[in-house]
């Protein structure tokens, strides 16, 4: 089946540097990717969509210059978190599609600021 | 606005059957989706079922689907300790990108 990786899959960073997570997808070109942000015992809150080649979408509420994506290629988007604070801590999560109905979804990313 | 409402918690004995309830608010959703997520891990797609359609089984799981009510639910048979995890619901806009739109998650919790 369709597999979705991320990198890395723990990061503990001090307040205000930069943190860049890594989603890619193995086997298959993504036409679309999703980032989504999950907080402890919460559902997934989308934070934005993107496609190959353009700019990504983001949710209402979600700050696009602190939440930098980038969708190079068909198999790799990268959300970068700017000046991360401790706020930021939290789950990330990406899921691709293929063209099809159904997202397949990275393990997870979980972020520590200290 | 889109809204997927589940309840948070089940309990249940092992070999039991469990039903994990879900409501949604968007009638033009396409597709419904169940996902499973053991802790401290990505979600796994378990189920979907089109919204076309109003049974769909698999194996143990049995996914029901009542338009009118905009009720969803996700019935697991004969259920096992590894079956112990959380369930989104999740829906899927009306539009191109197939944005999910997610539960709060049901933490399914099985005893012996």
């Known amino acids: 089946g369709a597999v979705v990786s991320q990198h890395p899959s723990r990061v503990i960073c001090k307040s205000g540097t930069s943190v860049k997570i890594e989603c890619r997808s193995l086997d298959f070109q993504a036409t679309t990717m999703f980032w989504y942000r999950q907080f402890p015992k919460q559902s997934l809150m989308l934070m934005a969509t993107?496609?190959?080649?353009?700019?990504?979408?983001?949710e209402q509420g979600v700050e696009k210059d602190k939440f930098l994506i980038n969708h190079a290629s068909l198999t790799l988007s990268t959300l970068t978190v700017t000046s991360a604070h401790p706020e930021d801590s939290s789950f990330y999560i990406c899921s691709a599609r293929d063209g099809g109905e159904e997202q397949f979804f990275g393990p997870g990313t979980r972020l520590t600021v200290l | 606005g889109e809204d997927v409402e589940q309840s948070l918690f089940l309990s249940v004995r092992e070999g039991d059957s469990s039903v994990i309830n879900c409501t949604y608010t968007d009638s033009s959703s396409t597709y419904l989706y169940w996902y499973k997520q053991e802790p401290g891990a990505g979600l796994q797609l378990l189920t979907y079922i089109f919204s076309n359609m109003d049974m769909k089984q698999d194996q143990r799981l049995t996914v029901l689907l009542n338009k009118k009510d905009k009720h969803l639910s996700l019935r697991i048979a004969d259920t096992q300790t590894g079956d112990s995890a959380i369930y989104f619901c999740?829906?899927?806009?009306?539009?191109?990108?197939?944005?999910?739109?997610f539960g709060a998650g049901t933490r399914l919790a099985v005893h012996p």
């Open positions: 999740a829906e899927s806009m009306h539009g191109g990108y197939n944005k999910l739109i």
């Open positions: 993107s496609n190959e080649g353009s700019k990504a979408t983001y």
